[in-house]
């Protein structure tokens, strides 16, 4: 199946930095990516769907101006949350779908972000 | 996307099959069932989908009810490895949509 990798995968970083998250699809185009966010025993939650060469969309309740996407090219995505705070330590996962006609999504193995 | 429904938690014996139901009377026709699992701090890994009919694979059969309104995903020989969150969720194929991951069901492969 189609792979997709996140880098790093796992991140500590100080309050008041910023953190950027890398997605890539290793072997296939990726014309759509997803971000999501898991908080501890929580389900996954939709934050943004990325389109190449287009802006981000959000969900509501996702600021931004905080947490920037960029899909610059068909196999790489980045999140980067910019001054971080404690409360944006998470879990954030990627997905990837191909656009070909299926449109099924492939996941990443998900970046453990703390913030001290 | 139709609303799914499904136990919270579960137990299962090592080698002993895994029925983990999901309730979806809402579903639509043109809505297909789908399964992904998430072990812990990992990404979600797709299992298995299915229409109206019952699919097998390598991983697992999804048994689905003839109204469609519920459907079974059965792991027939669990191992430890299984342990994870599992979740059903009702969409539209091809629709291209994020997927909305609802609570799932904790299953838990005891030795």
């Known amino acids: 199946g189609a792979v997709v990798s996140q880098h790093p995968s796992w991140v500590i970083c100080k309050s008041g930095t910023s953190v950027k998250i890398e997605c890539r699809s290793l072997?296939?185009?990726?014309?759509?990516m997803f971000w999501y966010r898991q908080f501890p025993k929580q389900s996954l939650m939709l934050m943004a769907t990325?389109?190449?060469?287009?802006?981000?969309?959000?969900e509501q309740g996702v600021e931004k101006d905080k947490f920037l996407i960029n899909h610059a090219s068909l196999t790489l995505s980045t999140l980067t949350v910019t001054s971080a705070h404690p409360e944006d330590s998470s879990f954030y996962i990627c997905?990837?779908?191909?656009?070909?006609?299926?449109?099924?999504?492939?996941f990443g193995p998900g970046t453990r972000l703390t913030v001290l | 996307d139709a609303k799914t429904t499904q136990p919270t938690s579960m137990d299962c014996a090592e080698g002993r099959a895994a029925n983990l139901p999901c309730n979806h009377s809402?579903?639509?026709?043109?809505?297909?069932v789908y399964w992904y699992r998430q072990i812990h701090s990992q990404g979600p890994q797709y299992i298995i989908h299915?229409?109206?009919n019952n699919e097998t694979n390598e991983m697992a059969s999804l048994i689905i009810t003839e109204d469609r309104k519920s459907s079974t995903l059965i792991l027939p020989h669990a191992t430890l490895r299984d342990t994870a969150v599992y979740y059903c969720i009702v969409r539209v194929t091809n629709s291209g949509y994020a997927l909305n991951f609802g609570k799932g069901t904790s299953l838990l492969v005891t030795p």
């Open positions: 990325s389109n190449e060469g287009s802006k981000a969309t959000y």
């Open positions: 299915g229409l109206k």
């Open positions: 809402t579903i639509s026709g043109n809505e297909y």
């Open positions: 072997d296939f185009q990726a014309t759509t």
């Open positions: 997905s990837a779908t191909e656009g070909s006609g299926s449109n099924e999504q492939f």
